[in-house]
Structure formats: structure tokens, C-alpha cells
């Protein structure tokens, strides 16, 4: 998993698949880690409406005891409000009470709470279309990763990095949704139609919330999507 660039500081960055990234700066990285985290966040609610209370547990003791902890240096220096507690207060309340109207509740406080720690990075950078599609496409690629971490010899073998893949494809589809609601420019709503294209072929990948033990593509299909998302961001 990449490391989060220092403040103010810009990097080189060897993505999932293997490409390497220039120039991505300490927002962009804190936006893609913070998706990561709420894709785990979601993927669990969907299980626990499912009634499928084990397998959603992992995904919200994550973010508690590792994805937090890549993100708390920008959520201090940025004067964001912390939202540790209410990530840990949500994971035991799924364990507790995974179908009660509190846990509910607090999920979506949670999603509040990271929607305002987005808001803390510069609005030039979330209005950017061109932007979000490179965040997007990162998020696809590590997505792409948990794949290939749950195959083996051609097998769903690790449920646990199938949901966390199932879980970014979902945010990515949220934050994509919401730029096509946003009244883009032509030139905007055309690369988020191209977008869109690559996408759908990584939500189908990861479409069933339990899958069968034959996964619908190889993990060299998944990274061809990952590199196409790639392909489309820069352009």
C-alpha cells in the first residue's frame, strides 16, 4: 500500500498494476486514501444488510487500525476535525448491534464526517474533473490489487480482498456519479462518459456481493480494466 506524501511535498509513485505516477500531490493522495477508507466503510454496510455480519466486521476494523493512521498527519495539520473515535464507536456498535437503527445512525455519521474532511482539501482540486478521474483510477488500480490477493489458482480464495475490491469500485461509482451530477463542461461530461465505459467492466468483475468460488475475470483481466482507467485519466 503507498505511502502518504509528506505535506507540501510531491512524489513518485509505483501504482498496484505496476505503472509508476508522477506528481501527485499530499490532497490528492489524502483524497484517494481517504476513498479507500470509506469503500471498506461501504462494502460492510452492504454486508450487514445482507445479514452477513462476519465477513462485514474486517471492513470496519480497517479503517480503525490502519487506514486512520495513514491519513492523521493531514487531519491534523489541516485542522480537520478527527473522526477516530467515531470509526471505532461504529465498529463496535456493527459487532454489537449490526442491524440496529444506531449503528445505521452512526455509519452515516461517519460518511458525514468524512465528506467534511474532503471539503478541508482545496475546492480547485474536487471540482477538477480531470483530477477526481486520476483519484478514480488510482482507486481502480487498488482495487485491482486486493483482486489478485484474493485469487488463488484461479479461485475466489480471500473474501476478505474480494469485499475490500468490491468495496473501492463502489466509491469510485459514487464519486463518479456525483461529477456527472455536478453540470460538468462538454469536454468534462465526454471523459466522464469515457470513464464510465472502463468502469462498468470493473463493476461487473465485482458485482456479486458474494461470488462464487469462479470469479467472472482473471486478475490479468482486472489489471487490463485498472490500465485502461489509467489510459483515460491521462488523456
Known amino acids: ?15 498496484a498494476g505496476g505503472q509508476v505516477q508522477a ?10 486514501r481517504l476513498g479507500m ?3 471498506h466503510l461501504m462494502v460492510g454496510h452492504d454486508l450487514l444488510a445482507a445479514d452477513k455480519v462476519k465477513l462485514a466486521m474486517p471492513h470496519f476494523g480497517h479503517p480503525v487500525r ?4 495513514d491519513i492523521k498527519d493531514y487531519v491534523n495539520e489541516k485542522h480537520i476535525a478527527p473522526f477516530e473515535q467515531a470509526l471505532i464507536d461504529l465498529e463496535s456498535s456493527a459487532q454489537s448491534n449490526p442491524h440496529g437503527a444506531e449503528t445505521e445512525a452512526k455509519y452515516q455519521a461517519v460518511i458525514a464526517d ?3 474532511a474532503r471539503e478541508a482539501t482545496p475546492a480547485s482540486v474536487r471540482a477538477s474533473v480531470p483530477t477526481m478521474i486520476e483519484v478514480c483510477a488510482d482507486t481502480i488500480d487498488a482495487a485491482s490489487g ?12 480471500d473474501l476478505g480482498e474480494y469485499h475490500d475490491s468490491r468495496g473501492f469500485i463502489t466509491y469510485v461509482t459514487a464519486l463518479v456519479d456525483k461529477m456527472s451530477a455536478s453540470q460538468p463542461s ?34 490479468a483481466q482486472y489489471r487490463a480494466v485498472a490500465e485502461e482507467a489509467r489510459a483515460v485519466a491521462k488523456q
Open 114 to 116: 468524512l465528506e467534511k
Open 1 to 15: 500500500m503507498r505511502k502518504l506524501i509528506p505535506a507540501a511535498a510531491v512524489a513518485v509513485m509505483v501504482l
Open 146 to 157: 486486493e483482486y489478485g490477493e484474493a485469487l488463488n489458482k484461479g479461485r475466489v480464495d
Open 23 to 32: 506528481g501527485s500531490g499530499e490532497d490528492t493522495e489524502f483524497l484517494f
Open 186 to 219: 462538454a469536454a468534462d461530461s465526454a471523459l466522464i462518459a469515457r470513464f464510465k465505459t472502463v468502469l462498468a467492466k470493473a463493476q461487473n468483475i465485482v458485482e456479486p456481493l458474494i461470488p462464487s468460488e469462479t470469479p467472472r475475470a482473471s486478475v
Open 66 to 69: 490502519e487506514l486512520y493512521d
Open 37 to 39: 477508507l470509506q469503500g
